[in-house]
């Protein structure tokens, strides 16, 4: 049963607590030990070429934010690395597709995997305009030709409980197993993990830390968001639910 849980609500289930708090920090089982300290400075270095490169997006445009990870295995157990963030402040899909390929481009990556925000579908107009997911891969197929690359994004959406309880799962069970961990260059991802709470009706995330930064914050400044958790949720619930879904397909590995 601990493995099926995470960390929170194996310690509510042994308490007899009610499993589904929704109230409070989202991200309970985000801890110091979640955090990769002393990277390498050229997150290039971090990368193997050798697996597929994961690419977990949130459309917003102040910021857009997304997240970069690779899965592996840890004897028989699947894991998650996130390796690096890209908060960008009054950026498109344009914009965005082509910082990747300015950061990660010349790497020689064999495999891309996107995934992200079904709202990422919803931005196009037919025969006018390609959505946002598109307009992406139209971009990195161009300037990353020896790339294969697919998008895995659902155009539906999980319940955001399920999303949390996945990610939360992922950072510790009830064992106190760690599947994932964040590179300590992931400055944004790091405060929105550990900063976000439920809203007051206990329904999804509060989203006051997103309207300050979209009206106060500048490029390179670290502000408390939910978007940069909320991109690698969209990864996680596809990949890695706590709760197996019947449309689950397992992240191919190198």
Same mark, same amino acid.
């Given at each position: 049963?601990?493995?099926?849980?995470?960390?929170?609500?194996?310690?509510?289930?042994?308490?007899?607590?009610?499993?589904?708090?929704?109230?409070?920090?989202?991200?309970?089982?985000?801890?110091?030990?979640?955090?990769?300290?002393?990277?390498?400075?050229?997150?290039?270095?971090?990368?193997?070429?050798?697996?597929?490169?994961?690419?977990?997006?949130?459309?917003?445009?102040?910021?857009?934010?997304?997240?970069?990870?690779?899965?592996?295995?840890?004897?028989?157990?699947?894991?998650?690395?996130?390796?690096?963030?890209?908060?960008?402040?009054?950026?498109?899909?344009?914009?965005?597709?082509?910082?990747?390929?300015?950061?990660?481009?010349?790497?020689?990556?064999?495999?891309?995997?996107?995934?992200?925000?079904?709202?990422?579908?919803?931005?196009?107009?037919?025969?006018?305009?390609?959505?946002?997911?598109?307009?992406?891969? %139209?971009?990195?197929?161009?300037?990353?030709?020896?790339?294969?690359?697919?998008?895995? %994004?659902?155009?539906?959406?999980?319940?955001?409980?399920?999303?949390?309880?996945?990610?939360?799962?992922?950072?510790?069970?009830?064992?106190?197993?760690?599947?994932?961990?964040?590179?300590?260059?992931?400055?944004?991802?790091?405060?929105? %993990?550990?900063?976000?709470?439920?809203?007051?009706?206990?329904?999804?995330?509060?989203?006051?830390?997103?309207?300050?930064?979209?009206?106060? %914050?500048?490029?390179?400044?670290?502000?408390?968001?939910?978007?940069?958790?909320?991109?690698?949720?969209?990864?996680?619930?596809?990949?890695?639910?706590?709760?197996?879904?019947?449309?689950?397909?397992?992240?191919?590995?190198?």
């Amino acid at each position: 049963l601990n493995a099926t849980l995470s960390y929170d609500k194996r310690i509510r289930y042994s308490k007899g607590l009610v499993l589904n708090r929704q109230k409070g920090k989202c991200y309970t089982s985000f801890d110091g030990g979640t955090v990769v300290a002393g990277e390498p400075e050229d997150v290039k270095s971090d990368i193997d070429i050798k697996r597929p490169l994961v690419w977990c997006l949130d459309f917003n445009k102040r910021p857009e934010c997304s997240v970069i990870a690779q899965t592996y295995r840890d004897g028989d157990v699947k894991k998650v690395k996130v390796i690096d963030e890209l908060i960008l402040y009054d950026a498109g899909p344009e914009q965005v597709a082509n910082e990747f390929v300015r950061r990660y481009g010349d790497l020689g990556i064999k495999e891309l995997i996107i995934y992200g925000d079904p709202n990422g579908y919803h931005t196009g107009i037919k025969h006018v305009r390609l959505d946002d997911f598109h307009t992406i891969l %139209a971009i990195l197929e161009k300037k990353m030709p020896g790339t294969e690359i697919t998008i895995k %994004a659902r155009k539906t959406w999980f319940s955001i409980t399920s999303r949390i309880d996945s990610v939360n799962w992922m950072l510790k069970d009830g064992n106190g197993l760690r599947r994932m961990t964040f590179s300590s260059r992931c400055t944004n991802l790091i405060a929105s %993990a550990s900063k976000t709470e439920w809203n007051k009706q206990g329904t999804g995330e509060d989203e006051a830390g997103d309207v300050r930064a979209r009206l106060k %914050a500048k490029q390179g400044e670290t502000w408390p968001m939910t978007h940069p958790m909320a991109a690698l949720g969209y990864f996680i619930i596809e990949e890695h639910p706590m709760i197996p879904h019947t449309t689950n397909q397992p992240l191919p590995f190198v």
